[in-house]
């Protein structure tokens, strides 16, 4: 089975900078699975590695789309399931780097994504309206099995067995993965809670200084009518705030720090349940990159 590389954990902890490390190593190409790089100007709040980086390693999946669109989960795997054949066909291995847990998720499950049904936004706006209790129930109507493994409030994904079940009279359990895409190995970076959030303030108060303001009013001025993925963006949401006079710069920085540091608590629960996952602590990146530069050697080259 083809061999590919994931490299996975919370937002600050580093994962392009070991990619980036590795893919001057390796034969790499890059698939990014960050679902706001996938966004054309998104530069600064994503964190995106420079255009030089990427002309020198091929890098996936980033400046895919405008503000103004969509691009779902099924729509990345049909994607990176294209471009396989073409990675290994140039006699180089994929590199999977992101945060997007789901994203990344479906590919090393390989949860039939790509089959499902299509989203109903009349339906899922009428059943948004209805209590968490209401929705439960009716999700249990539909499919019982599916509802028992939803978080107690995870609406999103009850509204999802109930809008599948409608549209096709089948259950969203009974989608059976089928064999696994590729052979993965499994890289987690993580740092202490408080040194993480520590970084986390740090790279706002960055992200500011290196102009992302003006970032932002460049987006809002080139596309007016951003889609309802991209205004959920981590700080750009903030920043289109400011610039309606709705809060202060200050408390655009502020808002923006307290949702990503909230988001990562979200990824570091997310990716705990990640399985055949090897950890290392990214505190000090340098003092790393051995010990993964020789388990990504190790594997590429096992017999």
């Known amino acids: 089975m083809d061999k590919s590389i994931i490299i996975l954990g919370a937002t600050a902890t580093g994962k392009s900078k070991v990619a980036v490390y590795l893919a001057e190593k390796f034969p790499f190409e890059i698939i990014s699975a960050d679902s706001m790089q996938f966004y054309k100007g998104m530069d600064i709040g994503t964190d995106k590695v420079s255009s030089e980086v990427r002309k020198a390693i091929p890098h996936h999946f980033i400046d895919i789309i405008t503000v103004e669109e969509e691009f779902s989960v099924a729509q ?51 059943l948004s309206k209805i209590s968490l209790q209401e929705l439960r129930n009716l999700a249990e109507c539909c499919d019982p099995v599916a509802t028992e493994r939803i978080g107690t409030h995870d609406k999103k994904r009850l509204i999802r067995v ?16 089928t064999e696994p895409l590729l052979d993965f190995l499994k890289i987690g970076l993580y740092k202490e809670r408080d040194k993480l959030y520590k970084d986390i303030d740090e790279r706002v108060e960055h992200m500011f200084e290196k102009g992302f303001v003006d970032e932002v009013k460049r987006l809002k001025e080139t596309y007016p009518h951003w889609s309802k ?70 594997f590429i080259y096992e017999s």
């Open 76 to 126: 990345f795997k049909k994607g990176v399931v294209k471009i396989l054949p073409e990675i290994y066909g140039r006699k180089r291995i994929p590199l999977i780097v992101g945060g997007s847990g789901l994203y990344i998720r479906v590919l090393t499950l390989n949860f039939p994504v790509e089959v499902s049904s299509p989203p109903d936004s009349l339906l899922r706006e009428e």
């Open 162 to 177: 109930i809008e599948y079940f409608r549209a096709t009279g089948k259950k969203i359990s009974d989608l059976e993965n």
């Open 229 to 298: 993925t991209a205004l959920q963006a981590i700080g750009y949401k903030e920043v289109l705030n400011y610039l309606e006079g709705q809060v202060s710069l200050y408390e655009a920085k502020e808002i923006t720090k307290k949702r990503t540091r909230n988001f990562a608590k979200r990824q570091i629960t997310w990716f705990k349940k990640e399985k055949e996952l090897i950890w290392f602590d990214s505190t000090n990146l340098e003092n790393i990159l051995p010990d993964v530069y020789r388990l990504v050697r190790e």
